[in-house]
């Protein structure tokens, strides 16, 4: 079991470390390349790739086995990162990350479909945080060694890590995890996959996703580009709808589940979880530049009271539901979005006075609440469905949250832009200032700067606002959830077993 249980934690260190690890290496790509002007691309193009196939690993993982579908996935992000790392310039590095992309979006939701498998519900959520840690972990480690790679030998082995960390997992999995297999000729089971809600669901996420990423960048919000991509994505999600109810004959995304309020409550839990938390790691650390005028690296630091404060209490929240079946995970959600309430709540305090000492307190608030909800909230959803639609309903849940992440990001990003134009629009600017670029601050002159600084405080004060706004939205949807507890004297069959 121990065995087992590092091939898994090695398999989702692996998906979560390539998420952080390229950050700190961007700059000197993209100064080899020459590809300023694309260097968004890098992060996107994965992002696009590893939302849009993520809601289909776990149907396929139901009519392929769980083994096979899990290698496949890590398979194609091996395949992705050598590429990615032989990379000659930014158009094929952007092609390769979204390559990685397609195999990264399904392999934490794969861990957490064969931890439900194999484990019982008891120990279910012991597992789950072993899950969180590893994710959390390889927060805090990507942008280190990231940087440590770029400084001291190549930015190329930010991708070539992912090779020897791979084959090891893989391994693991070929010769210890031994899963049952779905009965069926190879030709009867690629005829039971969606291809038509597959296609539909790709293409519709990159509709939205695509201009959530460039409103107010790329192109303004209003633009025939960002509506025109919005409305086709809104009317591909009708249609994709319409396919799963009345075409499709096993659906990725089974009407029936959305007929359940208690499931639909997950999911929309998820996806205002997955708004405030990444709202939080995109605009605190950016805090600590511009407010404490911080190095990068100093930020990160500054910053890791909040991403350990998610892993301890994802561990501890974890162990919890496993101690007792008393308390349901509706009530530990409920807790959890009080929590992020206050934390942010005490965030709209920061300006350029707040001490260390208090930022870090309001960091762990949030981060406890944001621990714990990871937890509640996968294990909520798949205690409220039969074992046949689990697969489904975490990679669902899992979708919601990747979703939520950059509706977050864009709404958040928009609110911030906005009022510090306003703001800095009454001030009188020397030309040489930008605000495309923080360190254009600290050669201000005294006076000005102090107004400039001042005018970022309430554009990120008036931020952590909306994000109070998204927490609420969590707590209200999680109201919902229903009463379901963790199952101790669950009869679960187990669908694997480890040697």
């Known amino acids: 079991m121990q065995q087992y249980r590092n091939c898994l934690a090695c398999a989702v260190f692996l998906a979560a470390l390539d998420q952080t690890i390229v950050s700190t290496a961007l700059p000197k790509i993209v100064s080899d390349f020459n590809g300023l002007d694309q260097i968004a691309w890098v992060a996107t193009s994965y992002l696009l790739t590893t939302t849009s196939f993520q809601p289909m690993y776990g149907k396929l993982s139901d009519i392929f086995g769980r083994k096979i579908t899990f290698l496949f996935a890590i398979a194609i992000f091996e395949i992705g990162s050598l590429l990615c790392g032989i990379a000659k310039d930014m158009v094929s590095l952007i092609i390769y990350r979204a390559i990685a992309g397609i195999g990264g979006g399904g392999i934490i939701g794969l861990v957490l479909i064969i931890i439900s498998d194999i484990v019982s519900g008891k120990d279910r959520g012991k597992y789950q945080g072993i899950v969180g840690a590893c994710f959390g972990i390889a927060s805090v480690a990507g942008p280190l060694m990231g940087g440590a790679f770029t400084d001291h030998i190549t930015w190329r082995w930010c991708f070539f890590i992912n090779i020897p960390l791979g084959v090891i997992t893989i391994l693991a999995i070929i010769f210890f995890l031994h899963m ?35 409103g107010g960048n790329t192109y303004p919000w209003d633009s025939p580009v960002i509506i025109t991509l919005l409305c086709i994505g ?64 100093q930020s990160g630091l500054d910053f890791m009271p909040y991403i350990l404060s998610v892993v301890v209490f994802s561990i501890l929240s974890g162990q919890f539901f496993s101690r007792t079946d ?51 909230i996968i294990l909520g959803v798949q205690g409220l469905v039969e074992h046949k639609d689990i697969a489904t309903v975490t990679t669902l849940t899992l979708f919601f949250r990747s979703i939520g992440a950059v509706f977050g990001i864009a709404i958040s990003g928009t609110v911030f832009n906005n009022r510090l134009s306003q703001t800095l629009s009454t001030l009188t600017l020397p030309p040489t200032f930008s605000t495309n670029s923080v360190y254009t601050i600290r050669f201000l002159p005294p006076e000005i700067k102090s107004l400039v600084i001042n005018a970022y405080v309430l554009a990120f004060q008036f931020t952590f606002y909306i994000i109070i706004l998204y927490s609420a939205l969590m707590l209200i949807s999680a109201l919902f959830m229903g009463n379901s507890k963790p199952k101790y004297n669950e009869g679960d069959e187990k669908h694997a077993t480890f040697e």
């Open 234 to 297: 809104a009317a591909g999600y009708v249609i994709f709808g319409l396919a799963e109810c009345y075409i499709v004959s096993e659906p990725i995304a089974p009407p029936h589940l959305f007929k359940k309020i208690n499931v639909v409550s997950c999911f929309s839990t998820s996806f205002f979880q997955g708004m405030v938390f990444f709202s939080f790691i995109f605009y605190t650390p950016l805090f600590f530049q511009v407010v404490k005028e911080d190095s990068a690296t």
């Open 180 to 214: 049952k297999k779905p009965t069926g000729s190879l030709l009867t089971k690629f005829k039971r996959i969606d291809f038509i809600g597959i296609s539909l669901m790709i293409s519709s996420t990159v509709c939205i996703l695509l201009p959530l990423n460039w």
């Open 326 to 376: 008393k308390v349901s995970f509706r009530c530990v959600t409920l807790i959890a979005s009080a929590l992020i309430i206050i934390g942010a709540g005490l965030s709209t305090l920061w300006n350029e006075k707040t001490g260390y000492g208090e930022s870090i307190g309001y960091m762990i608030i949030s981060g406890a609440g944001i621990g714990m909800s990871i937890q509640s």
